[in-house]
DNA sequence: TATGAATGAGCCTTCATTCAT
DNA sequence: AATGAATGAAGGCTCATTCAT
């Protein structure tokens, strides 16, 4: 009976997972139902009963993965309570490549983000933001208190706060896209451990750069 | 007869800067055909007629685009002969983000490329290798130098070239990106002025990560 | 084991309201099963596990509303044996248009009728004859009646009653209709009372037209 | 070249001439889109590029059978200036029945009308009321005259004009329906001297009815 | 050179219906 | 007795493309 019970749930899910899979690799627009439902195993119909809509479904993969991803990757990745500035930016970073990075399920959700930076479908008002925000603000202090600790000697600037996130967020979303777009890496997807030793360097590029900035007209 | 090419030449030159204009702002599959030859005042079959293809319109836009921004904002913005590397970056940046940001048809090409980076059509596989391979390259070289002068005890890691190259350019593609996406600024365009300075606090920002980098693995 | 029975019937009896209600509004090929079942708190499935099809449903909400209609708003309204044929006209006409006119369910019989005149289903074929015939009858008889007292001299000319058959029943649905049609009366629909009195004009109306059709030929 | 002109045309023309017999038939809701181009040998894409909707297809269709219906049944039917009343609305009664019963294109419009009073379409606000409420009010006219006639000795009640020109209309309408709903007549459609012979007798009928209209309250 | 007409493939969606439970 | 899950058929619409002129 549980296993009937698992199997009817199964079609829900199988759904969102080859959904996921084909959001994050084409987009929302690009994604078509009927591939959805192939990989899915399932009648495009399924997608109108289970989530009314292309957009309803698209939504319950984001937030699928949203779920998902924080759980499985916390923005500071189960970081002590006192853990440095440097060790919190770190643990950043990694968590937000290993949400967008690799392969399977466990990237779609930083791969939708990306799709979303890119081209936002407006589905996305709500529920995004509850997703984005958070993380952005989270980052923010971050940066915030490096820039403080770099340059004690004032009040850290806000659009060099702004700035300086903006960067790390950019040069994570565009590993996303890169490995598309150009041919550096293989088709193949990056290994965990090869992510995080990837995080590492742009946290160190990235720290290096705020503490540029907070000297900023000073010298 | 000159009346005669010249009209010619009009109405496929209206169709190009219509398309630019309306790829740049939706991307090449979003983008529609009616939507250019309305603005462009011209029938559905010219795009046909003249390009072939959606594709091959897509094609002539990028090429025409690119040899504009080249021409307009070049690589080192026609920095001198001896130049900083500083100042070599610096005129680099600069003239990526003049070419991306701000509106009409000089910011055209770096919104393509930015669209093409989140979304590849698959259409440019020659053409945008041959506009883009020259401008990684050129960077590459930069970042190169600056990372051996930053370090000059060991030969510049290639990873940690590559790596510096793609921080770069995911800053200045986010910042295409973000304008759309978040509201972080209003839809107006920014300024030339106001470009420049944002590309100059990237530059100051990458500066501190390149050499973050550069002495990597040694303290 | 009473309980069950009468709950029973509670699901079969809410579908057939809340369809007779949206059939009565949308017409039956504009209805659609979702919204009845929604209306009626069942699931989608429960239609056809009680009447098979939406054309069962369809025939038992017309029956259903047939019968109830019949019981409450008799042909003749409760008029006395020795009834003049003017009352009898006035009683039916009052009888169609209580059916008809005014909200819920008893109006229920009149707009079915009324949208399968316009936009016959194909569904009830022998029920509907069930239902209209003895109807139709009913009134032919009064008006072969009037026309040989209005015109005792002759027989009474068959095709000349049916026409006068046709225009009263046709100027009855045509109210059914045409306050939904033209916003000659605002969406609120009419009192019993302003009914009957509607009802009593149109059969002075119809007297009128059915002494001059009984004369027709003599001047 | 001629013919090629007109041989263009035709599509669109045919379009719009299988339309009108399909709306007719089953009203706009029911006729879909690809019996009519079925019907037209065209394409359905065809629908979409000459008239944008299935909506604007109906609404040519509507226009196109309004002008064709008042130039070939104007209201008064050529009636001279100085028609006695009764012979108008005779005339008029005449013209709303040949533009309703019988068959082929002269039939469209008044069974459009017929099939949007009962199931309004929502498509025609504009057009729909430049073509009814000039009818309306021309009729209206007429049979105020005729209750002024009839009882000169008081101004006519408003409400007795609106509901003679409502028994007047839902007569006629009742015979567009009528020959679908029963199998009164053949499924043969009447001919227009039999057309002319049955607006005579509800016309004789209809004045009946207003005389005793125009006398209400008073024996 | 340039275009209006027309098309076919494909997309999302709705709806009545069926089936296993 | 009743239902949730799932489906197939069909509908309207969009879009890039072709063809004759």
Redesign the pocket.
């Known amino acids: 009976?549980k296993a009937?019970r698992l199997?009817?749930?199964?079609?829900?899910k199988r759904l969102i997972e080859a959904a996921g899979e084909v959001f994050a690799r084409r987009g929302f627009r690009a994604?078509?139902?009927?591939?959805i439902?192939r990989r899915a195993?399932?009648?495009?119909?399924?997608?109108?009963?289970?989530f009314?809509?292309?957009?309803g479904l698209y939504a319950a993969v984001f937030e699928y993965s949203h779920r998902w991803a924080v759980e499985k990757y916390p923005h500071d990745m189960g970081l002590e309570e006192n853990a440095t500035l440097e060790e919190r930016l770190r643990a950043f970073i990694r968590s937000f490549l290993l949400r967008g990075l690799g392969d399977g399920f466990p990237a779609w959700h930083g791969k939708l983000i990306a799709q979303e930076t890119a081209d936002p479908s407006g589905v996305l008002s709500k529920v995004a933001q509850t997703a984005i925000r958070p993380m952005d603000e989270y980052l923010e202090g971050i940066v915030r208190e490096l820039i403080r600790k770099a340059n004690p000697s004032r009040e850290p600037n806000e659009s060099a706060v702004q700035l300086c996130r903006m960067n790390i967020v950019g040069q994570c979303i565009f590993q996303m896209h890169a490995r598309r777009f150009m041919k550096i890496a293989d088709p193949e997807e990056l290994s965990p451990p090869q992510i995080v030793a990837l995080a590492d360097r742009i946290c160190r590029f990235s720290l290096g750069g705020i503490r540029a900035i907070a000297v900023e007209g000073q010298s």
């Open positions: 009976m009937q199997w009817d749930e199964g079609t829900r994604a078509t139902i009927r591939e439902c195993g399932a009648s495009v119909s399924a997608v109108n009963y289970h009314r809509d292309k957009d």
